[in-house]
């Protein structure tokens, strides 16, 4: 079984991030998440999904004010973290390794840990800044995956795209799950 970390933000996109975890859920995976304030509010308003509604759903949910938590320490192993969506404000924060709550804690561990970190901004357009820091964690070793589904799956609904999107995800995670029709 794998254990993976889920961080939600403030960016638009909460979608993806529940869908993600539903399917990782649903393949046996331990899910440990953490949400960030304005990632609690996006979650409410895009999904109306509540912070009780989401810790039914994974293994654990930690306080994002708790830089205590389990983590926040290399120690936790985990097999990777995704930041789902991921706004430009905490990827500046990873980026030059400002860690003053637990999300970014644990991104600067797991990236410290030589683990797989997954970014997954969904701002448009960006700016050299955004540009610069997302280039940074990239060469950090972390994986930038802007929300930018593809259509050549001839999606129907919007469940196609944000599968498609989070099919992909679990790609580069290694994560066998078929949720999209795949170039042939």
């Known amino acids: 079984m794998k254990r993976l970390i889920v961080g939600i933000t403030g960016a638009s996109g909460s979608c993806y991030a529940v869908r993600l975890i539903d399917v990782l859920r649903d393949l046996g995976m331990e899910v440990h998440a953490v949400l960030t304030a304005s990632g609690r509010q996006v979650l409410d308003y895009e999904c109306g999904v509540t912070e009780e509604d ?19 320490s290399g120690s936790f192993r985990t ?14 924060a990873i980026a030059h390794g400002v860690t003053d709550d637990l999300l970014t804690r644990a991104a600067d561990v797991t990236l410290k840990e030589g683990r797989s970190l997954l970014l997954v901004p969904r701002e ?39 599968n498609m999107m989070v099919g992909k995800i679990l790609d580069r995670l290694g994560i066998e799950a078929e949720l999209f029709t795949r170039w042939r």
């Open 54 to 72: 989401l810790a039914r759903r994974v293994t654990v949910l930690y306080p994002n004010e708790d830089v205590g938590a389990a983590l926040a």
């Open 79 to 92: 097999d990777a973290m995704v930041v789902l969506p991921c706004s430009m404000k905490t990827a500046g």
């Open 124 to 162: 448009t357009p960006m700016h050299e800044i955004h540009l610069e820091n997302l280039l940074r964690l990239a060469r950090a070793g972390a994986i930038v995956m802007p929300a930018a589904p593809g259509f050549y799956h001839r999606p129907e609904t919007l469940d196609d795209l944000v």
